[in-house]
T-cell receptor
Framework: AQSVTQLDSQVPVFEEAPVELRCNYS??????LFWYVQYPNQGLQLLLK??????LVKGINGFEAEFNKSQTSFHLRKPSVHISDTAEYFC????????????FGTGTSLTVIP | EAQVTQNPRYLITVTGKKLTVTCSQN?????MSWYRQDPGLGLRQIYY???????DKGDVPEGYKVSRKEKRNFPLILESPSPNQTSLYFC???????????????FGPGTRLTVL
């Protein structure tokens, strides 16, 4: 089975500062990678995904992530955060050849401080 | 409006009393899935379905059943709930089941279940 590690359970950051949320996965085979965001009392929605091609992926709300195959990482970044970015962020993986099981990390709670 | 709906949104029940949480999507999606979310554990997949009458176990299927008799509906059944099934449950769907998991999943609003 896959494992997805989000090392930082909580990340406080001041408004307009940059942020990086870290994600590492265990698979050595081809994977699809996702970042989802969960705002308070809501379901999850997709921020961005990596399927193939360019290792730098841009998503909604100014977020981007970089796929690093050698380090099995998919870190999420934003150059300048806003109060409205306060939310829970989940990294997720599916294995491309088996495809239909998804593995989520434990989540990172991002708090933007005014 | 394209959406995934779940009912009920909140449920408090007692050990052993059978319950069903419904999930419905109006996007003609092939793939549907159930997850549970627990503090410190993130989301864990319970069951998924590739299409009508095709279901398979995820990581934590024990104590749960599902069925997919129609494309739009994917109910989650707890035949004999226990307190360790107290959790926040999410249903999700995606367009195609045959693209190796690359499709975006659309999540419902969640069902908070408490088993006493």
């Amino acid at each position: 089975a896959q494992s997805v590690t989000q090392l930082d359970s909580q990340v406080p950051v001041f408004e307009e500062a940059p942020v990086e949320l870290r994600c590492n996965y265990s698979s050595s085979v081809s994977v699809y990678l996702f970042w989802y965001v969960q705002y308070p009392n809501q379901g999850l929605q997709l921020l961005l995904k990596y399927l193939s091609g360019s290792t730098l992926v841009k998503g909604i709300n100014g977020f981007e992530a970089e796929f690093n195959k050698s380090q099995t990482s998919f870190h999420l970044r934003k150059p300048s955060v806003h109060i409205s970015d306060t939310a829970e962020y989940f990294c997720a993986v599916s294995v491309s050849d088996t495809g239909n099981q998804f593995y989520f990390g434990t989540g990172t709670s991002l708090t933007v401080i005014p | 409006e394209a959406q995934v709906t779940q009912n009920p949104r909140y449920l408090i029940t007692v050990t052993g009393k059978k319950l069903t949480v419904t999930c419905s999507q109006n996007m003609n999606h092939e793939y549907m899935s159930w997850y549970r979310q627990d503090p410190g554990l993130g989301l864990r997949q319970i069951y998924y379905s590739m299409n009508v009458e095709v279901t398979d176990k995820g990581d934590v299927p024990e104590g749960y059943k599902v069925s997919r008799k129609e494309k739009r509906n994917f109910p989650l059944i707890l035949e004999s709930p226990s307190p360790n099934q107290t959790s926040l449950y999410f249903c999700a769907s995606s367009l195609s089941a045959w693209v190796g998991g690359s499709d975006t999943q659309y999540f419902g609003p969640g069902t908070r279940l408490t088993v006493l």
